[in-house]
């Protein structure tokens, strides 16, 4: 074995050293260093196309030529960054947990492969005799050949890896001794961990927070239902905040802690099973509109902020635009890297809503294509809906930039769909 690995370029040595790191690392963030929760195999596939991938890498890196050999250590760096730098900063936020040691290696590892691809261009110029204007050539056509490849592949592959990898950020002290720190289980087993302050008039409302955050970003929206006499519920779904779970940002299995949610809120006893309504803010709009046509006894929804969460979705806006490949193989890597995938289109899920009372706030900044999604999800929805569009309001801060208007809208809306009966 020393001989074999003495008999390789420094390159090769250099590539298969850093993509091993890499490698050691995606085992680790899949079995070993998973979240609480996680069952084993959620991560198979994704370990198991990792391997692949990487273990084809280490065996023809040294017969690849020169430009396909710096492309492949130039996406796997990118790639091993794209990861490695989310465990770097949780280590910075909250210490070091879970595969966050072997993901800071990874993060090491992918600057080396980055930093690879040039010196083997560098290493290797030259070696074959073209005209110059074939050189010329050539190299414009694999500047452009890389964006398309970046564009389409790299990039949103780099995304995906972190709307499905983010790391938790620490929960503070709830805003008040009104917010009692409560638990409960997901329909499918996992534990969740929020708050909630009971209720002064027998309804209450169950607050799901953004793809990226968690309970904190819902206190906003929170104390305006608690100071309008609603039991408010706030919590952090799968993989955020101090939930059990593997994080997604796009809310793929978001609905089984909504519906844990619901059975938490139908047994308590300062609130009316049959006056139980629901405030989702941007993924959480989402998994509100696939939740309502199931739970018929969450009696309104308002969807603040809803966008897509599919590729299906996406394209019931746009069609197959110039957008269309990266948010398909973003999607498409994001289901590989969770072990999860979307339900039904929103589009077909808001058409289903009724007769719960629906209502879509929609914001024009922040988010690109908002306020056309939410057109898609009024035109197919059926009466009770209502729209409400705010072209110059940023996403979901419509509590805040427009308080009073706001507070109007919402808890009106809520007061007459669950009024007492």
Known sequence: MREAVRSWSGETLVFRAATAVALVHALDDSFFGRQPGVPLGQ????AAIALALGGAALVWFPRLRPALAALVSLVFGVLAIGNGALHLIHVALDGPAASDLTGIAAFAAG???????PAILFRHRGERERSARRRWTLRVLAAGGALVLAYALVFPLTVAVVQTHKFREPIGEPPSAAYEPVSFEAEDGLELSGWYVPSENGAAVVVV?????????????AELLARNGYGVLVYDSRGRGDSEGS????????EKDVAGALDFLRARADVDPDRIGGLGLS???????EVAPERRDLRAVVSDGATARSFDDYRALAGLDEGAP???????????????SPGE????????????????VSTGLGVQNELGFNRVYAEAAREPVEL????DVQHTAAVRERAAEYEERVIGFLDEALAQR
């Not at 289109?345 to 879509?360: G, H, K, M, N, Y």
């Open 209 to 221: 927070h953004g793809g990226g955050g968690d309970r904190m970003g819902t206190l906003d929206h």
């Open 388 to 391: 409400w569009e705010l072209p």
């Open 345 to 360: 289109p929103l589009e077909d899920l808001a058409a289903q809503v009724s007769p719960t009372p629906l209502l879509l």
């Open 111 to 117: 600057i080396v492969l980055v930093l690879l691809a």
């Open 247 to 254: 994080h997604n940002a796009f809310g793929w299995g978001w």
């Open 326 to 340: 990266f948010f398909w193989t973003m999607l498409t890597g994001a289901r590989v890297f969770s072990g999860s």
């Open 43 to 46: 991560h198979a596939l994704a």
């Open 283 to 289: 993924t959480g709009a989402d998994v509100l509109i």
